[in-house]
């Protein structure tokens, strides 16, 4: 059985009706669950609203909606909102971010840990005014990585989110964080036995992050120096953080991570021909039950 639990869909890259089109099909297929990245783009609980109008069953994730972008108080009232709206369908997938972040927004970068700890405390103990249908808790999910933010989720959390992590990495994340906590694992993957295109789809993907030193620090205490994120990522750092292969390869990449301890991989689909759109045939063998 597939052990995906949502696909990353970036809501930035299509026209409403595309959007539209692509969110049916992947409920169609069975897929239980999308995650919007919050890249700067269009606003992601507005476009969460969109998706969750235009679907029945498909739940809709912040992944990750960025706390300088909102105090607590909004973080609150659009998941609320959201929530009320579809049922409960919505689950709030919450980030620091990085340093780039706040400084756009002429913002002072603060203290990581405390910020998360003080951002989803707010959210969970606002008062918001007429609100009846509002299931009594919707999700939270922390992105996190480093040992002390796992342990922020592990206090005010129902799980966390990881990204570009070995399943060493996700092992002591399940340690810090506990029993009964959801542990999601974003995975880049490539069904292809073409290393060179495989390579290429996974570069570009992780191509956004091999600027952030907060990354730099995660991937120097998993064996790898400034040499791997140079010049576009070396093929050893796109292996370690990408899955490419056949099917049946690709699965025991995302094993690795259940077996460490994650609940469930968020499908990251890469296809190896870009030019032709999203995998389908991918996305439809990796599909809950598959």
């Known amino acids: ?25 992947l409920e169609s297929i069975g897929h ?39 105090d607590p108080i909004a973080s609150a ?17 919450l980030g620091v971010s990085h340093p780039p972040a706040a400084e756009m927004r002429g913002l002072p970068w603060q203290d990581p840990v405390e910020l998360a700890r003080t951002h989803i405390n707010g959210i969970r103990n606002v008062s918001i005014l007429h609100t009846p249908a509002v299931p009594p808790e919707i999700p939270i999910f922390l992105a996190a990585h480093g040992p002390k933010m796992v342990g922020v989720a592990r206090e005010v959390a129902d799980g966390i989110t990881s990204y570009m992590q070995t ?11 506990g029993p009964g906590k959801e542990l999601y694992v974003v995975l880049p993957s490539c069904v292809s036995t073409d290393a060179s295109a495989a390579r290429a789809a996974g570069r570009m993907a992780i191509s956004i992050y091999l600027p952030l030193p907060a990354y730099h620090r995660q991937w120097r205490k998993q064996g790898f ?9 070396s093929d050893r750092l796109v292996d370690t953080y990408t899955a490419w292969g056949t ?16 609940t469930g991989v968020l499908l990251s689909a890469l296809n190896p021909r870009p030019e032709l759109g999203w995998p389908w045939d991918m996305l439809e063998a990796f599909a809950p039950g598959n």
Request: charge should be negative.
């Open 1 to 25: 059985m597939s052990p995906v639990v949502g696909v990353m869909t970036p809501a930035d890259f299509f026209s409403p009706a595309q959007l539209i089109e692509h969110v049916r099909r």
């Open 225 to 233: 120096d400034e040499s791997d994120w140079s010049d576009g990522g």
């Open 167 to 177: 399943p060493d990495h996700t092992a002591e994340s399940r340690r810090i964080l």
């Open 77 to 93: 009232q659009a998941a609320r909102s959201l929530a009320d709206f579809s049922g409960g369908r919505f689950i709030h997938g």
């Open 247 to 262: 099917e049946n390869q690709v699965r025991a990449r995302m094993q690795e991570h259940l077996d460490a301890g994650a």
């Open 32 to 70: 239980r669950s999308v995650w919007l990245p919050d890249i700067f783009g269009r606003e992601v609980y507005v476009s969460a609203g969109f998706i969750l109008n235009h679907t029945s069953t498909l739940k809709v994730a912040s992944g990750v909606a960025h706390m300088y972008g909102r």
